[in-house]
């Protein structure tokens, strides 16, 4: 079969358009998942939003300092449960207000909100 000149002409131009090099050179720490890595240790942040963690489960490493940040309109609570390997308490924290910790150890730090206690959530410390 043969194709017309129009029609090959267009077609190689539009594989060297491809190949080409526009000049533009970009570079990203995203991890292709829409997340941003980090360094080890650097600090991470969890928001607090319609009364839910935005993290359920953030995996880190030892040393990191997370940020808790409440952006809901109510009153919430980082609480560890009885299995989490260290206790910690924020106390009642109000909107736009802030708590951190910094996990030194590997281990697992399941957490809740006292004041509603089916917002549950996990820091796994690698």
Known sequence: MMLRPTVLAIVSLMALTACGDDGVVTSSSATGDGATSAEPGAPTQVTIARSRFDEVELRIVAGTTVVFENTDAFDHTITST?????????????????????????????????????????????
Do not use: K, L, N, W
């Open 82 to 126: 009885e299995a989490s390997s260290i206790e910690f308490d924020s106390g009642e924290i109000g909107q736009d207000q802030m708590f951190e910790i910094t996990f030194e150890d590997v281990g697992e730090y399941p957490y809740f909100c006292r004041i509603h206690p089916t917002m549950r959530a996990v820091v796994i410390v690698e």
